[in-house]
């Protein structure tokens, strides 16, 4: 499986950004769908998850009621829509996939990477 981040960038606090990951190599509606983020000096931490059907979410309690993740099986692609973005959300924001029914939070339960978009929210 591969995965391809995009949609980041610098933005004003308060702003938005909607990330975007798409998938190929396997089929994508298989795979529970994450949302990391390191920023630096620190570790790798979850952000937000979404099951096979879309049908369920969760996300880290410094991200919840600001951020929604979402998936379109069709398009293989899963989406990180970011709203009112404080500076301690920069960090570099990683999409993951794991082939094994049931959301995690640890970064070790997923499969595949990507590459890593940047986000950078200026005060």
């Known amino acids: 499986v591969q995965l391809v981040e995009s949609g980041g960038g610098l933005v004003q606090t308060g702003g938005s950004l909607r990330l975007s990951c798409a998938a190929s190599?396997?089929?994508?509606?298989?795979?529970?769908m994450g949302w990391f983020r390191q920023a630096p000096g620190k570790e790798r931490e979850f952000v937000a998850a979404i099951t096979w059907t879309g049908g369920n979410t969760y996300y880290a309690d410094s991200v919840n009621g600001r951020f929604t993740i979402s998936r379109d099986n069709a398009k293989n692609t899963v989406y990180l829509q970011m709203n009112s973005l404080k500076p301690e959300d920069t960090a570099v924001y990683y999409c993951a996939a794991r082939f094994v029914a049931g959301c995690s939070v640890w970064a070790y339960d997923y499969d595949y990477w990507g590459q890593g978009t940047q986000v950078t929210v200026s005060s």
């Open positions: 190599g396997r089929t994508f509606s298989n795979y529970v």
